[in-house]
């Protein structure tokens, strides 16, 4: 299976930058997934990679690097309503199984 | 809005009861998936239907069983109701989740069980 690890928590301020990292080891990498989830609500998809490089999508910016197992999201001019867990998700081909594996999830808390 | 819809939104039971979880998935999308979200667990997967038939099976109690129908809707049953059963339960929805599809899950909105 995947060993998905992801910070607790994060705080930022309004307006500021804020990446979030994501490791990872799996031995069939097919794929990597953010969403973001506010207390209490579904999880919402914002991203997937599955070659290197950087995705990009308005605020929120994705990147993937296989060779180190390796992601962040990178979310820019944050705002109060970005405040929510998000949730690093891995699919991994080991097995014939293409369910993605969640971390935790990091709570981001932004402030004035 | 996801497209997913699930029902009840919240449920509230005793223990050694049981409970049925209705999910309908976004049109067109034949895989079904359950999830439970518990504060101490995070998301765990427990199984997944593709058009009707069985898939994939996670960390499902025996206690728990689905099912999808015809219609592609599914079903979560959960049984002999323990106070530990008290969760989020997602139901999430992709085109096909087949091997060499990289398709996308869309969540609804859950089912808050509580379990007295």
């Known amino acids: 299976g995947q060993n998905i690890d992801q910070p607790t928590e994060m705080t930022a301020t309004e307006g500021a930058i804020v990446q979030i990292n994501c490791t990872y080891q799996t031995s069939g990498f097919n794929g990597l997934f953010w969403y973001q989830q506010h207390a209490g609500e579904a999880p919402t998809f914002l991203s997937y990679n599955v070659l290197d490089g950087l995705e990009e999508k308005g605020r929120f910016s994705s990147f993937l690097s296989r060779s180190k197992g390796y992601s962040y999201l990178l979310l820019k001019e944050l705002q109060m309503k970005d405040s929510a867990s998000y949730l690093c998700?891995?699919?991994?081909?080991?097995?014939?199984?293409?369910?993605?594996?969640f971390g935790r999830g990091t709570s981001l808390i932004v402030h004035p | 809005d996801s497209g997913v819809t699930q029902t009840p939104k919240h449920l509230i039971t005793a223990t050694g009861q049981r409970v049925t979880l209705r999910c309908s998935p976004r049109?067109?999308?034949?895989?079904v998936y359950w999830y439970q979200q518990s504060l101490d667990q995070g998301l765990q997967f427990l199984i997944q239907y593709y058009n009707g038939e069985e898939r994939a099976k996670g960390n499902i109690l025996e206690r728990f069983s689905a099912q999808q129908f015809p219609d592609l809707h599914s079903e979560l049953n959960l049984s002999s109701l323990e106070l530990g059963d008290s969760a989020l339960y997602f139901c999430a929805s992709s085109g096909a989740g087949l091997a060499g599809n990289t398709d996308t899950q869309y969540f609804g909105p859950g089912t808050r069980l509580t379990v007295l």
């Open positions: 049109s067109g999308d034949l895989s």
């Open positions: 998700a891995v699919r991994d081909i080991t097995g014939g199984s293409y369910i993605p594996t």
